[in-house]
């Protein structure tokens, strides 16, 4: 009798040690897996904001440039750019409008750690010239209020409120930022490019609701015919995209 239960032991023997394994490797795979996981959500998320589009062109060069062209050319060389490390998200993709708040409200949605808005300088005086770096400052004493003419007048003032407290939490840090990327760009590597930049705080309609670090990039005056022309020369922009890549990594690592 007791023989006959030898087989059955044996094979449950079996049964055990292969259901120890489908397990070891089960945890394995899971483990693998979140690993993984955990990694993607380590990558940061910058959300990148092509001024204007569609209807509304922006400043316009003495040569016929759009402001609203050069903005989506170099918002697609800096994503290029930045993909190498984080998760780029644009605003807008191709030549169409978007409306000022949507722009933020979708950095927002995506819960992005950085929200940087390009555009380029305009000015009546052709001598105006290099990159501006804007963070958001709401006692600034520069009246200067970018593509005010698509916010509707209905919006209710307590909206306004609220609206405009929220970037007020990240100030310091966008401040930061923008001293990391000034000093990236003055920075020579090797390379004959000088750039110009200064940092200013302004009442900007497109940082004031970003519930993250922003910064508005003008990345040289459009109405100045010299740089009119290094606007469109695509490796001036990646150089710059390199320098601009370099003050968020520089941000990342230090100021969190
Ligand atoms: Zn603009």
Do not use: C
């Amino acid at each position: 009798m007791m023989k006959s239960y030898k087989p059955i032991l044996f094979k449950l023997h079996i049964v055990i040690i292969l259901l120890l394994f489908m397990m070891l490797a089960h945890f394995t795979i899971t483990e693998a897996k979140s690993n993984k996981s955990h990694f993607q959500i380590q990558k940061k998320t910058i959300v990148i904001d092509p001024g204007h589009g569609g209807y509304d062109k922006g400043a316009e060069g003495p040569d016929g440039t759009f402001e609203k062209n050069v903005t989506m050319e170099f918002a697609r060389v800096l994503a290029l750019e930045l993909e190498k490390t984080y998760n780029v998200i644009l605003t807008r993709t191709d030549d169409y409008w978007i409306d000022i708040l949507e722009r933020t409200a979708m950095a927002n949605h995506m819960n992005a750690d950085m929200f940087i808005s390009i555009h380029t300088g305009g000015s009546f005086l052709h001598q105006a010239s290099g990159i501006s770096l804007y963070y958001y400052e709401k006692t600034s004493t520069f009246a200067l209020m970018l593509e005010t003419e698509s916010i509707e007048e209905s919006k209710s003032s307590n909206f306004k409120e609220l609206w405009s407290n929220i970037q007020g939490r990240h100030q310091k840090n966008s401040k930061v930022l923008a001293e990391r990327i000034l000093n990236s760009l003055k920075e020579k590597i090797g390379e004959n490019v000088e750039y110009s930049a200064e940092i200013q705080g302004a009442p900007l309609m497109v940082l004031e609701g970003a519930d993250t670090p922003a910064v508005l990039i003008e990345i040289g005056y459009i109405t100045n015919p010299k740089e009119e022309k290094s606007l469109n020369d695509i490796v001036l922009l990646s150089f710059l995209a390199q320098k601009i890549k370099k003050g968020i990594d520089d941000f990342f690592e230090k100021a969190q």
